[in-house]
């Protein structure tokens, strides 16, 4: 993908963002399929809007850069360099912050009227897909995705306006589970902008500089490499076992994000899954070893999940260079 040019300034009108309406994919509540499950709800984008009050910085006032604003600003900067439709983006939302108005301040909580009372989520994911760039990687169809993380809990908003920080990604997303497939070099998990402007612009240059082409390939690729299911066991195990290296080892080895739970996810997937579970000879790929790192780690809060899902790729990748004898991913299958 090249970055396209970008002429002029956006001054205070917004171009239009035409999104494929008829293609949303929303997915209801308590839905497996969902691309993230731990403590979030799916909220749509107008109710994101209307429903929702935007924080501001305690000492000034200054309003925050808002959930549907991110959302909007990277859908019109991918947009723009992409030159393609964007599906409606799918959120999700946790950790709900209640208030009420001024003139409900005395009020009992079971006497307010619904429009004295306020709400906001402090952390919101999303993902929007770009069904014209597609690729398939073991009889599964991927999609280009764009999204992001917005946490306001790694914001001070007890200070002044300053500097906000973002997430934000492009990479793939699995049609089968929903399970994202992002790489470091698709991924930025500190965009630091004060304005709209500024967040375009580096969106647009992470959107452009992505190279999809060289990302599905190595997707590809894992499909060529395989574990048995004794290097499988040895994997987890030591998974399992890497917290508690001492310090001195560990700091030779590649750092691990994922958790004890999600390893136990990953054991029962590989039994019970019939779509990335052990093969009949016992077992698997690298790609079906990849995804189920990446649906276990679909079960990590908001603020963390991206960094899981990136690292979950840069495991896979180590274990297959050490098939191939040139990684020192060693340690975790041998």
Known sequence: MKNSSQNGSEGDKKPEIRLQSNKVTEAPKGDDRAFMK??????????????????????????????????????????EVLGVKIEMPQIRVSHQIKGRTPDAINLPANELQE??????????????????IKEKVGGNELSLAIGGVRAYNHENLHSKKGIEKFKFFVGFQNMVCLNLCISTDGFASELKSDNLLDLKSKISQLVGDFDSS?????????????????????????????????????????????????????????????????????????????????????????????????????????????????????????
């Open 38 to 79: 731990a403590n979030t709800k799916p909220i749509h984008l107008e109710k994101l809007k209307r429903n929702c009050i935007v924080p501001v910085f305690a000492k000034d006032n200054e309003v925050t850069i808002s959930h549907n604003q991110f959302i909007e600003t990277g859908l019109r900067a991918a947009k």
């Open 115 to 132: 429009h004295q009372k306020t709400l906001y989520y402090e952390r919101m994911a999303w993902v929007a897909r770009i069904p014209e």
């Open 214 to 334: 060289s990302s599905s390939h190595f997707y590809e690729s894992l499909e060529n490499h395989h574990i048995t299911e004794k290097q499988f066991a040895t994997l987890l195990g030591k998974l399992r076992m890497y917290s508690h290296v001492p310090i001195e080892v560990k700091k030779d080895l590649p750092q691990i994000l994922m958790t004890d739970n999600q390893f136990n996810s990953i054991a029962k997937e590989f039994y019970n899954s019939k779509d990335f579970g052990r093969v009949k000879t016992g077992g698997l790929s690298l790609w079906r070893l990849y995804n189920l790192l990446t649906n276990a780690s679909k079960s990590s809060y908001i603020d963390n999940a991206l960094e899981r899902n990136v690292n979950a790729h840069s495991l896979v990748k180590g274990i297959s260079m050490s098939l191939q004898g040139q990684s020192n991913y060693d340690w975790f299958i041998k």
